[in-house]
């Protein structure tokens, strides 16, 4: 042992103390089988030591091994987990931002209905959308809310159609 351990050959650095340890099981076992020499200790003694320490040794490393990939997956679940959380507070984000351009849109549809449309004689949902410039993309979507608010009127026939249709301010909604 102490040759191996001069050439840096000697095993694990856990396992150090471990000849001192086989040495310490074979003297309790001589010990505990109370033969008439209590000091000796038999070849038997010293195999029954190294099994013992081999086992714990083994035993150890298996812990240790079991607890690392445990950490790991306790670490990879947590780490899914943050990314749960990061990706539905994105979308909770996306929504929100979607919903005040919505509200932007619709202020914008009352804004130029009653800016274009004084006499309230409809103006085509097409036109409408030209009119919100860069919120244009939810100008149906806020005519179609407003109306279904009462703050717009369809005027003329259902073309079927919210950008062929024709949108006038409420007879009751005030002007802005």
Do not use: F
Not at 8 to 13: A, E, F, M, S, V
Not at 53 to 81: F, L, M, P, W, Y
Not at 113 to 134: A, M
């Amino acid at each position: 042992d102490r040759v191996l351990a001069l050439h840096g050959q000697r095993p694990d650095g856990m396992d150090a103390h471990s000849l001192l340890l086989t040495i310490r099981i074979a003297g309790l076992l001589a010990l505990l089988e109370q033969r008439a020499d209590l000091l000796a200790v038999t070849s038997d003694d010293w195999r029954a030591a190294q099994w013992l320490v081999g086992h714990s040794i083994e035993t150890r490393t298996r812990c240790i091994v079991d607890g690392r990939r445990q950490r790991r997956s306790k670490r990879a679940a947590n780490r899914a987990d943050e990314l749960a959380a990061d990706e539905a507070a994105n979308e909770q984000a996306r929504e929100i931002r979607e919903a005040e351009k919505l509200e932007r849109a619709k202020k914008s549809v009352l804004s130029q209905l009653d800016k274009h449309d004084g006499k309230r004689e409809g103006v085509p949902g097409s036109t409408i959308r030209q009119y919100l410039g860069r919120n244009g993309r939810y100008a149906y979507q806020a005519i179609e809310a407003l109306y279904d608010d009462g703050k717009l009127d369809l005027i003329g026939g259902d073309t079927g159609e919210t950008s062929s249709r024709l949108w006038a301010l409420a007879a009751g909604n005030p002007a802005l």
